[in-house]
């Protein structure tokens, strides 16, 4: 069984663009959770998804937003980036939401220069 | 304060060695605890989950929570390279988000 999918994997982006990452869950799993690391704040929660509709957001401002499609994949969209969204971004699923456990992709690494 | 909390490290041992991560909640409505093991360039992947109060135990590795003081465990016997990781709490309350420490880096040294 195939696990997360996350692309791409590397992303280098100038202030002021905007940027699109994907995630494939694991197939059945209809819930994803996306979450921004860094070394300072560790895993802090962004938003998840069930059934195409956002469940549960954390505390981030409005540039980051995102979406599921009916076919259980997510898009995270953020835009007119800053120099602290340089990060991991992290994409989870679950068969259902707020469950336990979360099953991780291998993240996106975006760096914004 | 942050809802998990969880001493950064590094911390390095000698290969063989009795390792001992700890997190400390403060959350009252956190149900169940997760540890998670993130290799460099990986996600986490999900090493242990429990429950309830007590001891839960698979191959080298113990999960210990003690919901009186709050205080959640993981015990690695005999520590090996393989364990250099960074290993991440996580809590969480029926039917919310999952809530993870900042994670604590060990090196096991050969």
């Known amino acids: 069984k195939a696990g997360v999918t996350q692309t791409p994997r590397y992303l280098i982006k100038t202030r002021g663009q905007q940027v699109t990452l994907s995630c494939s869950p694991i197939?059945?799993?209809?819930?994803v959770s996306w979450y921004q690391q860094t070394p300072g704040q560790g895993l802090q929660f962004l938003f998840e998804y069930f059934s195409e509709t956002q469940r549960n957001k954390g505390n981030f401002p409005g540039r980051f937003s995102g979406r599921q499609f009916s076919n259980s994949r997510s898009e995270m969209n953020v835009s007119t980036l800053e120099l602290g969204d340089s990060a991991l971004y992290l994409c989870a699923s679950s068969l259902l939401p707020s469950d336990s456990p979360l099953h991780f992709g291998n993240g996106t690494r975006l760096t914004v220069t | 304060q942050k809802e998990v909390e969880q001493d950064p490290g590094p911390l390095s041992v000698p290969e063989g060695a009795i390792v001992s991560l700890n997190c400390t909640y403060s959350?009252?409505?956190?149900?169940?605890f997760m540890w998670y093991r993130q290799y460099s360039r990986k996600g986490p992947e999900l090493l242990m989950y429990?429950?309830?109060?007590g001891n839960k135990e698979d191959g080298r590795f113990t999960a210990q929570v003690d919901k009186s003081s709050k205080y959640i465990s993981l015990f690695i016997r005999d520590s090996q390279p393989s364990d250099s990781a960074t290993y991440l709490c996580?809590?969480?309350?029926?039917?919310?988000?999952?809530?993870f420490g900042t994670g604590t880096r060990l090196a096991v040294r050969p």
């Open positions: 959350n009252s409505a956190f149900q169940y």
């Open positions: 197939s059945g799993h209809r819930s």
């Open positions: 429990t429950y309830s109060s």
């Open positions: 996580a809590s969480v309350a029926d039917g919310d988000k999952l809530t």
